[in-house]
């Protein structure tokens, strides 16, 4: 799918750009690279030479080979003759033409922050970045003296993309193993507390688990984070080692990037859809998670302001109010998360690009299912399960041969009616109730009928009547193959006087007639 491409106007916010909606392809190696779908073809080319350049920790600088882009500009320089050959002196570009060389440079940067916020494992990343390239031009194909303004190939070269002052002194091939060795370590930590919960299950369970397991690890220490190192998964999942007037910790320390990288980096693990998001929380630089889940919709997840205290043990404070909440949530006293949290898709101050994010659920995610019994008819689908509100958007139209069906009950018999505007406050089974029938019709070209115990020797007749009650037309029913009777409404269509006759094959009524409604 072609998905637009991600250079913005300056100033476009996140809100008026469009998010186009990831689908399994998204996922490359166990990681949900979301960004990566919201980029042009040709950035996604340059996104995938930068990740097979920057896969290794040791490799801050990625170097291309015989990359090119050309586009006809204007362009103006002042020429003289020395000797027998014209030198051109204060070339100049076009405003046009800078703002397309600006453009296929931004390209590039677009690749490089899907990429970043795309791949949590890759901390050495983190740092300000350099794309170097060279401009030719074409000379005029005449020249005079003094200035000329004409039309040049413009060619541009890329050269390397660089990662500098990334924290390689402390993410290095030595010790990238142990931010391995303590993911498997965090994973099977929340597999246990996964195991240990009764009173929920699947992907709730699992990202309930990772968002107290990072509450219980990390220390939240805002006012020593002075390196790109901070900003990582790794500084959220290891161990401080001391360094940069820093003593080392018992506990990881990180700011709000590292607990959102974190968080991301175990839902690309556990298969979960989850994006990185930044912005502004309570006017002050912030970072939390979006995560999709089953229902289909985005909610999101602060776990950093989870995490209470803000300090590394299990036994402090963590809550889950910023866990899985929509725009309307009220997650402390009568502030909606939708008014606390305020998303900007601009990553970098110098670079005008915005990314989109999808849109935020109005309500925080429930944990529940509401299960469809058909009571002895079949139903599809089985189960749904409510929005934030505790409503059902559909309720599903079970069948059951023989039978007319009366509404969904919260019993097999009796009961309460259940309607869309029911409210659940826990998982529940609603029940199918049924009217017996002596008759049952199928949507089709003709009527088709099913009646209970006819009389044998007998068939059944469609016959309509006029407003005084006379017979106006009658159409003989056939038995096809499946026990059902067929009747062709092409030449006898039911109307509100229509009747259903079981009668002798000389046509005299054999049982009571039913009236069509």
Same mark, same amino acid.
């Given at each position: 799918?072609?998905?637009? !491409?991600?250079?913005?106007?300056?100033?476009?916010?996140?809100?008026?750009?469009?998010?186009?909606?990831?689908?399994?392809?998204?996922?490359? =190696?166990?990681?949900?690279?979301?960004?990566?779908?919201?980029?042009?073809?040709?950035?996604?080319? #340059?996104?995938?030479?930068?990740? =097979?350049?920057?896969?290794?920790?040791?490799?801050?600088?990625?170097?291309?080979?015989?990359?090119?882009? !050309?586009?006809?500009?204007?362009?103006?320089?002042?020429?003289?003759?020395?000797?027998?050959?014209?030198?051109?002196?204060?070339?100049?570009?076009?405003?046009?033409?800078?703002?397309?060389?600006?453009?296929?440079?931004?390209? +590039?940067?677009?690749?490089?922050?899907?990429?970043?916020?795309?791949?949590?494992?890759?901390?050495?990343?983190?740092? !300000?970045?350099?794309?170097?390239?060279?401009?030719?031009?074409?000379? *005029?194909?005449?020249?005079?003296?003094?200035?000329?303004?004409?039309?040049?190939?413009?060619?541009? $070269?890329?050269?390397? +993309?660089?990662?500098?002052?990334?924290?390689?002194?402390?993410?290095?091939?030595?010790?990238?193993?142990?931010?391995?060795?303590?993911?498997?370590?965090?994973?099977?930590?929340?597999?246990?507390?996964?195991?240990?919960?009764?009173?929920?299950?699947?992907?709730?369970?699992?990202?309930?688990?990772?968002?107290?397991?990072?509450?219980?690890?990390?220390?939240? %220490?805002?006012?020593?984070?002075?390196?790109?190192?901070?900003? $990582?998964?790794?500084?959220?999942?290891? %161990? #401080?080692?001391?360094?940069?007037?820093?003593?080392?910790?018992?506990?990881?320390?990180? &700011?709000?990037?590292?607990?959102?990288?974190? +968080?991301?980096?175990?839902?690309?693990?556990?298969?979960?859809?989850?994006?990185?998001?930044?912005? +502004?929380?309570?006017?002050?630089?912030?970072?939390?998670?979006?995560?999709?889940?089953?229902? /289909?919709?985005?909610?999101?997840?602060?776990?950093?302001?989870?995490?209470?205290?803000?300090?590394? %043990?299990? =036994?402090?404070?963590?809550?889950?109010?910023?866990?899985?909440?929509?725009?309307?949530?009220?997650?402390?006293?009568?502030?909606?998360?939708?008014?606390?949290? &305020?998303?900007?898709?601009?990553?970098?101050?110098?670079?005008?690009?915005?990314?989109?994010?999808?849109?935020?659920?109005?309500?925080?995610? &429930?944990?529940?299912?509401?299960?469809?019994?058909?009571?002895?008819?079949? &139903? $599809? *689908?089985?189960?749904?399960?409510?929005?934030?509100?505790?409503?059902?958007?559909?309720? *599903?139209?079970?069948?059951?041969?023989?039978?007319?069906?009366? /509404?969904?009950?919260?019993?097999?018999?009796?009961?309460? *009616?259940?309607?869309?505007?029911?409210?659940?406050?826990?998982?529940?089974?609603?029940?199918?109730?049924?009217?017996?029938?002596?008759?049952?019709?199928?949507?089709?070209?003709?009527?088709?009928?099913?009646?209970?115990?006819?009389?044998?020797?007998?068939?059944?007749?469609?016959?309509?009547?006029?407003?005084?009650?006379?017979?106006?037309?009658?159409?003989?029913?056939?038995?096809?193959?499946?026990?059902?009777?067929?009747?062709?409404?092409?030449? @006898?269509?039911?109307?509100?006087?229509?009747?259903?006759?079981?009668?002798?094959?000389?046509?005299?009524? @054999?049982?009571?007639?039913?009236?069509?409604?």
């Amino acid at each position: 799918t072609q998905y637009p !491409s991600m250079t913005y106007a300056w100033g476009e916010t996140s809100e008026s750009a469009t998010w186009g909606a990831p689908d399994s392809s998204a996922w490359s =190696d166990g990681v949900y690279e979301a960004y990566r779908a919201q980029l042009s073809e040709e950035e996604k080319g #340059y996104y995938d030479i930068l990740k =097979d350049g920057f896969a290794n920790p040791g490799s801050p600088t990625v170097s291309f080979d015989g990359l090119q882009k !050309s586009f006809v500009g204007t362009v103006s320089a002042n020429y003289e003759l020395q000797g027998n050959t014209w030198h051109g002196t204060n070339l100049t570009l076009s405003d046009e033409a800078s703002e397309r060389i600006d453009q296929e440079r931004n390209h +590039f940067y677009a690749a490089f922050l899907a990429l970043l916020h795309d791949h949590p494992e890759m901390p050495w990343l983190n740092g !300000s970045f350099r794309l170097s390239t060279g401009l030719k031009y074409s000379a *005029p194909s005449s020249v005079v003296a003094g200035l000329n303004t004409y039309s040049s190939t413009i060619t541009m $070269t890329f050269q390397s +993309f660089e990662v500098i002052n990334a924290p390689e002194q402390t993410i290095n091939a030595d010790n990238i193993a142990l931010f391995s060795s303590n993911i498997a370590s965090a994973m099977e930590t929340i597999d246990a507390a996964v195991a240990a919960d009764t009173e929920s299950s699947g992907n709730y369970a699992i990202l309930r688990a990772m968002s107290n397991y990072l509450s219980d690890l990390i220390t939240y %220490n805002y006012d020593d984070m002075t390196s790109a190192y901070d900003q $990582t998964a790794y500084s959220a999942l290891v %161990n #401080y080692p001391g360094g940069n007037s820093r003593p080392a910790t018992d506990y990881p320390q990180t &700011v709000c990037a590292g607990y959102t990288s974190s +968080f991301k980096l175990l839902c690309d693990r556990y298969g979960i859809p989850c994006i990185y998001v930044s912005g +502004f929380g309570n006017g002050g630089a912030h970072a939390w998670n979006y995560v999709q889940m089953d229902d /289909g919709y985005w909610y999101a997840a602060d776990i950093t302001w989870n995490d209470g205290d803000g300090v590394g %043990n299990p =036994d402090n404070y963590k809550s889950l109010k910023y866990f899985l909440v929509g725009s309307s949530t009220e997650c402390n006293y009568a502030e909606t998360y939708g008014s606390t949290h &305020v998303n900007s898709g601009i990553w970098s101050s110098s670079i005008a690009i915005c990314f989109p994010y999808p849109e935020l659920s109005t309500y925080a995610y &429930v944990d529940m299912i509401i299960t469809f019994d058909p009571n002895g008819g079949s &139903v $599809t *689908p089985t189960s749904a399960k409510p929005s934030g509100e505790g409503k059902l958007s559909t309720l *599903p139209e079970p069948t059951r041969r023989g039978y007319r069906f009366l /509404g969904w009950y919260t019993a097999a018999s009796g009961g309460d *009616p259940v309607t869309m505007d029911s409210v659940f406050d826990t998982s529940a089974t609603i029940y199918a109730q049924w009217e017996e029938l002596d008759y049952e019709i199928v949507e089709g070209e003709n009527l088709t009928i099913w009646v209970d115990e006819l009389p044998e020797g007998s068939r059944l007749v469609l016959v309509n009547y006029s407003e005084k009650g006379r017979m106006e037309a009658v159409c003989m029913g056939s038995l096809n193959g499946e026990g059902n009777w067929e009747f062709s409404l092409k030449s @006898v269509p039911v109307t509100g006087v229509s009747k259903l006759l079981c009668c002798s094959n000389d046509f005299k009524p @054999v049982k009571a007639a039913i009236l069509l409604k």
